[in-house]
Nanobody, 116 residues
Framework: QVQFVESGGGLAQPGGSLRLSCVASGIAFSITPMAWYRQAPGNELEWVARIGNSGMGDYLDVVRGRFTGARDNEKKTIYLQMNNLKPEDTAVYFC??????????WGQGTQVTVSS
C-alpha cells in the first residue's frame, strides 16, 4: 500500500539548518512528482516545495532561496534541505505526491521547531 515516512525534524535555532527525508512506498516513485507540505498550529496544510521527476524544484515564495528539495529515485526518497530557518517555519512537515495528483494517505510527519 501507499506509505510515506518522514524523518529529520527537530529543534533548530533561528538561522539554523535541518534536512528532512521522506521514504515512499507503494507508488511508481520515479515517475511521480512529489512535494513537501507543512501545517503550523492553527493553520491549514500548505504546500512548501514541489520536486519534479527530474528533481527540479518549485517553492513557496516565503521559503524560496532557503529551502532546497531533492530526490533519490533508487532509494524512493525525497529530501528537503532547510537553511536560514525562521520561527515561522515551525510546523509539522509531511510529504506526499505533488499538488494536483491524487494524494496517498498522510504519514505522521516530522516536527520542525525553530526557536532560540
Amino acid at each position: 500500500q501507499v506509505q510515506f515516512v518522514e524523518s529529520g525534524g527537530g529543534l533548530a535555532q533561528p538561522g539554523g539548518s535541518l534536512r528532512l527525508s521522506c521514504v515512499a512506498s507503494g507508488i511508481a516513485f520515479s515517475i511521480t512528482p512529489m512535494a513537501w507540505y507543512r501545517q503550523a498550529p492553527g493553520n491549514e496544510l500548505e504546500w512548501v516545495a514541489r520536486i519534479g521527476n527530474s528533481g527540479m524544484g518549485d517553492y513557496l515564495d516565503v521559503v524560496r532561496g532557503r529551502f532546497t528539495g531533492a530526490r533519490d529515485n533508487e532509494k524512493k526518497t525525497i529530501y528537503l534541505q532547510m537553511n536560514n530557518l525562521k520561527p515561522e517555519d515551525t510546523a509539522v512537515y509531511f510529504c506526499n505526491v505533488a499538488p494536483g495528483l491524487t494524494k496517498g494517505p498522510w504519514g505522521q510527519g516530522t516536527q520542525v521547531t525553530v526557536s532560540s
